[in-house]
């Protein structure tokens, strides 16, 4: 598969945990590229602790996926309860 579109937050997730050769690359050019939005659209849940970020459709059905702690650092992101705390789910 070859896409040119830029690379999307789970890809990027995906390229790390399989921990492909270009991980490293793509974690130096996502950590710039995507800072901005990320830390717009990720937060941190006071409730059960984790990071949740909002998706879009065709990424996850639910709109909403939860990143591994270890890939997705809770420190700095915004507080806010996530979908399942907050009972619509
Ligand atoms: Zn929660």
Known sequence: M???K???IIDYINRKT???P???YWRLYTKRAVKDKVDKT???CKSCNNV???VSKYIHIKK???YPKEVMPSI????KMCPVCRGLE
């Open 76 to 79: 700095g992101k915004k507080e």
């Open 6 to 8: 830029s690379e999307h």
């Open 52 to 54: 949740w970020g909002i």
């Open 42 to 44: 990720i937060f941190k």
């Open 18 to 20: 399989l921990k492909d």
């Open 2 to 4: 070859c896409q040119k």
């Open 22 to 24: 270009k991980a490293e």
């Open 64 to 66: 909403y996926i939860y």
